[in-house]
């Protein structure tokens, strides 16, 4: 296959007729068709192939989106007209959609080839993608490793170049986690950049559609073209329209702040050097570093728990065998119907964030958990604005630790639920962060670094972010 580092040089070969888009679409479902043991794919569309001839004459004649032969990957939770869609769940198995989501149909418009849904934790619940009725995914680098999730299956077609790119969701870090495990950038935009119409709903309040790439580039040209306003979902917001590829170079010097509260005990020696010697020359080039604060930061993984599990019992109550998805066949009254078909649909994981959702909200502890746990959301969201008011840019790790083993923590869920501490505030405050491909450590597993910035304030994450990655 021949090589390319970013959606324009690839752009250029197809417009100079040295790559031909049909062979270079095949030669990837040829290599997801040898990756197989990855388990990154759900689903692959063969209709990609008649895209690609449709869309290689537009390209001849000018005539192309700006996205024209992207080939572009699309995380199982989202929608496609006549696509199935499980979200990786046995209560959706063999349910098509009827429509199209916004963000996937604006890649469509812009000549964008979709190659099929990727594997993820069943609707978006976990950390390590080991949670999809369609069996885990493996990471890449080390097949005995996760690597991570839930958008997993996302990073990995990304990480071994399945495709160019792909679509993920993040919830409490489920775009940036598995492309820190993966090695690649994975962008969570502010909350409200990009419609949710079409996106099977986990935490209303918290999820967000994002890219996978391999550079910063690439992670910008799709940013420019899935967000903005959409009159189909009333949570999608107004904002500045930024032309975010071609404002990347920039001379600008940050000021970046480094939180105490994220490097401290937990974190991984190794990541810790690894970011600490970004810092060093981001110094040396002129960006200030500032030690800044957030103390409510410890409270971040309850908070989210609390106010995500219930927001996914109360999504997730419309799956009871009487609409659509799976139906128990055990089903001698109609309360039955709705327990066996939950009971035998929903996976292990799910069961577990739904009772707990549940229980969270019921009427002897709403005052004690869910309505406290609004409070605190209020309060860590003003610790981060004051941090804003000095800084720009707000610098951590991704994760506390690389990818770990298969089934390590599988019967630990709160061991589980932490390998999120550095990402899930984020959501809590509906900011923008990106994860950033920094290194390995000495078993040669990726190493991640999170940028942060204050809402809407994508472009200042993507310019110090092609700053590091030329570093």
Known sequence: MLQYKNHFQKLELLR????????????????????????????????????????????ITGEAGKLAGMVIAIKDVLSIKDKPLTCSSKILGNFNSIYTATAVQKLIN???????????????????????????????????????????????????????????????????????????????????????????????????????????????????????????????????????????????????????????????????????????????????????????????????????????SSNLARYDGAHFGFRSKDTPNLKELYTNSRTEGFGKEVKRRIMLGTYVLSAGYYDAYYNKAQKVRRLLKESYDKVFKNVEIILTPTTPTTAFNLGEKSNDPLEMYLTDIYTTSANLVGIPGMNIPVGFDNKKMPIGMQLMANQFNEIAILQLGKVISEL
């Open 110 to 312: 812009q000549d964008a080839i979709i190659i099929g849904k990727t594997n993820c934790d069943e609707f978006a619940m976990g950390s390590s993608n080991e949670n999809s009725a369609f069996g885990p995914v493996l990471n890449p680098h080390d097949n005995s490793k996760v690597p991570g999730g839930s958008s997993g299956g996302s990073a990995v077609s990304v990480a071994a170049k399945l495709c160019d790119a792909a679509l993920g969701t993040d919830t409490g870090g489920s775009i940036r986690q598995p492309a820190a495990f993966c090695g690649v950038f994975g962008l969570k935009p502010t909350y409200g950049k990009v419609s949710r119409f079409g996106l099977t709903a986990y935490g209303s309040s918290f999820d967000t559609i994002g890219p996978f790439s391999n550079s910063v580039e690439d992670t910008a040209l799709i940013l420019e073209v899935i967000s903005g306003k959409d009159e189909k979902d009333s949570t999608s917001a107004e904002s500045e329209k930024i032309n975010y590829s071609n404002s990347l170079t920039t001379d600008k010097k940050f000021k970046i702040g480094i939180p105490k509260e994220f490097f401290g005990a937990g974190l991984n020696q190794e990541i810790n050097v690894a970011i600490h010697n970004i810092l060093n020359k981001l110094k040396s080039e002129g960006h200030e570093i500032i030690d800044v604060s957030l103390p409510l930061s410890e409270y971040s993984i309850p908070t989210y728990y609390i106010l995500a599990t219930a927001e996914a």
């Open 16 to 59: 100079a007729n040295k790559l031909s888009l049909k062979k270079n679409v095949q030669d990837f479902l040829t290599s997801i068709a040898k990756s197989k043991n990855l388990n990154a794919f759900n689903f692959v569309f063969e209709d990609c192939l008649d895209n690609a001839e449709i869309i290689q004459k537009k390209i």
